[in-house]
């Protein structure tokens, strides 16, 4: 097991992503393979409110497992907002607010211990995006947000927004895709303070979707 940055977050070293449940994997499939990754060990569980054909299909999927396994309390599940199609892919904070709800639903459990923004929304202030996060975590509805498919620069502009807020919302996770490489690099960074460096690389991870 790892801890995923600095996050109180222990994990099995290899995470399943969950973007092929409903689609190429039907349901009776993904439950094969979420049990023979349990069975190795494995407790980390990726998946999107937007994967994949049809929305939200991936996450119903990994809830009835979940359910039906009662394992809840043994698997980390790794969720994003943000993708996808229509009106729902945008990082607005009443789309933030409304998917994680819809996503603890699906998933039917009363918290998400990863939440990404699935990729990033110049067209929202990224204050508007960060509050919106953070009154997830302040409500205990997510343990730890995250980023993926950010620049660097925007990344760094959303930390150092961060640094000069007066929010306390728990370290931020990010995976930034570069199209040079076949990954990305991963970070796990305590939301800064001013003078301080904003993140620090910690693993390599497969390229994010």
């Excluded at 995470?15 to 499939?29: I, K, M, R, S, Y």
Aim: include cysteine; charge should be negative.
């Amino acid at each position: 097991m790892v801890c995923l940055g600095r996050t109180d977050l222990d994990v099995f070293p290899l995470c399943l992503g969950g973007n092929v449940f409903g689609w190429t994997a039907d349901e009776p499939q993904s439950r094969a393979v979420l049990d023979a990754y349990t069975a190795a060990g494995g407790d980390f569980i990726d998946t999107s409110n937007s994967y994949l054909i049809e929305h939200g299909r991936s996450e119903t999927i990994i809830g009835r497992w979940m359910a039906d396994r009662g394992n809840r309390d043994q698997i980390v599940v790794a969720t994003k907002v943000g993708g996808g199609r229509g009106p729902v892919r945008n990082l607005r904070a009443e789309t933030i607010k409304h998917e994680a709800h819809a996503s603890l639903e699906r998933l039917q459990t009363d918290h998400i211990d990863l939440y990404y923004a699935h990729f990033d929304d110049e067209g929202t202030p990224l204050e508007e995006s960060l509050r919106a996060f953070d009154a997830l975590v302040q409500a205990g509805t997510v343990r730890h947000i995250a980023a993926s498919n950010y620049t660097p620069e925007r990344l760094t502009a959303a930390l150092e927004l961060r640094a000069n807020t007066d929010s306390r919302s728990s370290p931020l996770c990010s995976r930034t895709t570069t199209s040079s490489s076949a990954t990305s690099s991963a970070r796990c960074c305590p939301w800064p303070t001013p003078g301080t460096s904003p993140c620090c690389p910690t693993t390599r991870w497969p390229k994010a979707s």
